[in-house]
């Protein structure tokens, strides 16, 4: 079974600094998505960026962008120039490729970590 | 544009007592459908979904139930809610034909077991 493991339970930041969440996961697929998930104290789930496994390529999505290591099987997101609107806890979160024939497709989440922003 | 809608927003109910949580989704056709519980302090913990009017798949043992009536609509149930039911609860959607699509959250139940 795949899981998602991010060590850091809670992480600060000073505004307008830089800050990199950690995630590592396990799988035996090699044809995958990863995904980063804001909640705020509304506690609504917000995508905050996506990657592809296929792709070399390190997605990237304004302030906001990933380090992909297949190898390592790790996930980091990276948060530039932070706000104090980026405080929230941050999930990291994996899906397998669809399977040939199949019809369904999971999230498996890790237990998230806690940013805070620091004025 | 595709919508999602929860509700209520907050319920408390007593030990013993039933529950029923409503999902709908606007906008899109044949979804994937999921129930996920986070519990104080965890992450999120998948219960159901489903991929079609009537196909319920469960993950984990528990005392919920859930139903899909309706291609977008999806209900969370249980007969006799436990303390331990008590959790955030968030309803999901999903495109299968897009293989990276994400999955859209609705705002989420509060469910406070007394």
């Known amino acids: 079974a795949q899981t998602v493991t991010q060590s850091q339970p809670e992480m600060s930041v000073q505004e307008a600094e830089t800050v990199t969440l950690s995630c590592t996961y396990d799988t035996s697929e090699s044809d995958y998505y990863l995904f980063w998930y804001k909640q705020p104290p509304s506690r609504q789930m917000i995508l905050v960026i996506r990657q592809e496994a296929y792709k070399q390529q390190n997605a990237t999505e304004n302030r906001f962008s990933v380090n992909f290591q297949k190898a390592a099987k790790s996930f980091s997101l990276k948060i530039s120039d932070s706000q104090l609107g980026d405080a929230a806890m941050y999930f990291c979160?994996?899906?397998?490729?669809?399977?040939?024939?199949?019809?369904?497709?999971?999230?498996?989440f890790g237990k998230g970590t806690l940013l805070t922003v620091n004025p | 544009s595709q919508t999602i809608h929860q509700w209520p927003a907050t319920l408390v109910q007593p030990v013993g007592s039933p529950l029923s949580l409503e999902c709908t989704v606007e906008?899109?056709?044949?979804?994937?459908l999921y129930w996920y519980r986070q519990a104080a302090g965890r992450g999120l913990q998948l219960l159901f979904y489903s991929v079609g009017i009537g196909q319920i798949s469960s993950e984990v043992p528990q005392n919920l139930s859930a139903s899909r009536p309706q291609d977008r609509q999806f209900i969370l149930s249980s007969k006799k809610l436990l303390l331990s039911d008590s959790g955030f609860y968030l309803c999901a959607w999903g495109q299968e034909s897009s293989y990276n699509s994400p999955l859209h959250f609705g705002n989420g139940t509060r469910l406070t077991v007394t």
């Open positions: 906008g899109t056709s044949n979804p994937n």
């Open positions: 979160a994996y899906r397998r490729r669809r399977n040939s024939g199949g019809s369904n497709y999971k999230l498996t």
